[in-house]
């Protein structure tokens, strides 16, 4: 039987009023995000302003997620710091406030080796019971997880699975070849997602799933039954969103595509970023229009009935 790890899970962004959390538009995107099929929601990552959150904010948007989303739904909590103790804490604090499971991302800044890394990682596994999936992420972090400390972390119980930020194929293949065939490999590159999960990866926490859930989900359910000639052609109506998203740091054309397709919804971050270009609406609108119509409230509630 599948883990429920594996699936599309949508790193939600997290919508400001002014400097505060906007709660309502929040709940309506946590709302929005069931309603079309995500597999799960991730709180408190790169495309959710993680690191511009306090730690009050990022367990207020755990609970009033859990809240919203019911006892079962999935919610993964983006936590960890270059600080082990501080990640410690953030892992605690999340698995207090009723995360399913941890994104725990490298240490960053100070460069750990491989051995730091790893030690790190397992102090961390000692303070939940919760499942980790590691963030690998070179681009922010500058180190990144060997497969063979992969193999070597994967034999922790509660370390499950990997997020691989640059969608390298080959290495997930390396990682199958380490590690064991259930330990599951997720993608966070959008651009790659038929490819990745063709060569074993299991899964997506990618930022495009703030606007195409469903379309994520059909590409994930076409790759199950091996229709990965059908997984390209949905692949390909995302590349217009793909590229113009890739125009700014993550989230701020996610944010203001959402704005367009949400009403109300600020496209506004926290500094030190800003909002993006107004250039893009236009080009951006375009590409919204190629997406699958929004399932309404009635019609997602009579699929879950289903």
């Not at 994104?103 to 000692?126: C, D, E, F, K, M």
């Not at 926490?205 to 229709?227: F, Q, V, Y």
Request: hydrophobic content about 45%.
């Amino acid at each position: 039987m599948d883990h429920w790890l594996r699936g599309m899970f949508t790193p939600l962004v997290t919508p400001f009023s002014g400097n505060s959390l906007d709660e309502p538009a929040f709940l309506r995107l946590v709302d929005w995000q069931i309603q079309e099929g995500a597999d799960g929601i991730v709180l408190g990552s790169a495309s959710g302003e993680g690191s511009t959150l306090t730690d009050e904010e990022r367990m207020r948007l755990l609970r009033l997620a859990r809240a919203a989303a019911g006892p079962v739904y999935p919610i993964i909590a983006a936590a960890g710091s270059n600080a082990t103790a501080q990640s410690i804490a953030d892992v605690r604090n999340a698995t207090a406030a009723g995360a399913n499971a941890i994104l725990l991302r490298l240490p960053y800044y100070n460069r750990p080796t491989q051995a730091g890394i790893v030690q790190h990682i397992l102090s961390v596994a000692a303070a939940t019971p919760l499942p980790l999936i590691l963030d690998n992420d070179p681009d922010r972090c500058a180190v990144e997880l060997a497969p063979e400390m992969l193999a070597e972390l994967a034999t922790t119980p509660t370390i499950v699975g990997v997020l691989e930020r640059r969608g390298d194929v080959a290495r997930c293949d390396r990682i199958m070849r380490s590690c064991s065939r259930h330990f599951m490999r997720l993608t966070g590159a959008g651009d790659t997602i038929p490819a990745y999960l063709a060569s074993g990866g299991c899964g997506a926490i990618a930022s495009i799933g703030n606007l195409a859930p469903r379309l994520l989900g059909r590409i994930r359910e076409a790759c199950r039954t091996g229709s990965f000639e059908q997984a390209q052609i949905l692949q390909r109506r995302l590349v217009p969103l793909l590229g113009l998203t890739a125009r700014e740091p993550d989230p701020v054309a996610i944010k203001l595509a959402l704005s367009l397709q949400h009403p109300g919804i600020s496209p506004a971050c926290r500094l030190p970023l800003v909002t993006a270009a107004a250039s893009l609406v236009e080009d951006l609108t375009y590409a919204l229009d190629d997406l699958p119509r929004p399932m309404s409230g009635r019609a997602a509630s009579q699929r879950s009935a289903a």
